[in-house]
T-cell receptor, first 115, second 116 residues
Framework: DVKVTQSSRYLVKRTGEKVFLECVQD?????MFWYRQDPGLGLRLIYF???????EKGDIPEGYSVSREKKERFSLILESASTNQTSMYLCASSWARLSSGNTIYFGEGSWLTVV | GESVGLHLPTLSVQEGDNSIINCAYSNSASDYFIWYKQESGKGPQFIIDIRSNMDKRQGQRVTVLLNKTVKHLSLQIAATQPGDSAVYFCAENRDSSSGSARQLTFGSGTQLTVLP
């Protein structure tokens, strides 16, 4: 089974703090993603990485950065957390080309509250 | 704009009945579709997928139907069980052959409640 592991399930941070969300996948997938999920808004793509040290901005990259130093690990960084970044963050991974049997898999999510 | 949406935000069914969850998409270029199940407080779990060159695919207790003519996707769950209670959402990929999953778009979901 594919496993996408997000290291922190629940975090509470103060406004202005630097926040790291870590994600590890064990399937040697090329692609890794960070999404944000908010009620009524569905999943929105923050950043996407298609290879080590490669990244692309998603739909809502403002206030976030990412790091992919190793193929299995993709980190989401909030340089200065703000209350409007309170949300559930989902990491995902996939092979380069999506097809039946090669789909996108999600982690369990990280609930971040910024106070 | 282009969107992936669901006809109903909530669906309640009796345990043992069949459930049908619908999804509409508007991009005729979409060539790959996925259904996910998300239980409260958990990440989305892959259920089943289908490519646009198929109109039906079956899994264990689930069937996905794709009607490209009306751009409609449905998920059928047979003999619905209490453990099926969750949010179900569909996703479409506009160009899975390009090598990028960047084009994946998600619907907002339907809450399925299984009644005893």
């Amino acid at each position: 089974d594919v496993k996408v592991t997000q290291s922190s399930r629940y975090l509470v941070k103060r406004t202005g703090e630097k926040v790291f969300l870590e994600c590890v996948q064990d399937m040697d997938h090329e692609n890794m993603f960070w999404y944000r999920q908010d009620p009524g808004l569905g999943l929105r793509l923050i950043y996407f990485s298609y290879d080590v040290k490669m990244k692309e901005k998603g739909d809502i990259p403002e206030g976030y950065s990412v790091s992919r130093e190793k193929k299995e690990r993709f980190s989401l960084i909030l340089e200065s957390a703000s209350t409007n970044q309170t949300s559930m963050y989902l990491c995902a991974s996939s092979w380069a080309r999506l097809s039946s049997g090669n789909t996108i898999y999600f982690g369990e999510g990280s609930w971040l509250t910024v106070v | 704009g282009e969107s992936v949406g669901l006809h109903l935000p909530t669906l309640s069914v009796q345990e043992g009945d069949n459930s049908i969850i619908n999804c509409a998409y508007s991009n005729s270029a979409s060539d790959y579709f996925i259904w996910y199940k998300q239980e409260s407080g958990k990440g989305p779990q892959f259920i089943i997928d289908i490519r646009s060159n198929m109109d039906k695919r079956q899994g264990q207790r689930v069937t996905v139907l794709l009607n490209k003519t009306v751009k409609h996707l449905s998920l059928q769950i047979a003999a619905t069980q209490p453990g099926d209670s969750a949010v179900y959402f569909c996703a479409e990929n506009r160009d899975s052959s390009s090598g990028s999953a960047r084009q994946l778009t998600f619907g907002s979901g339907t809450q399925l409640t299984v009644l005893p």
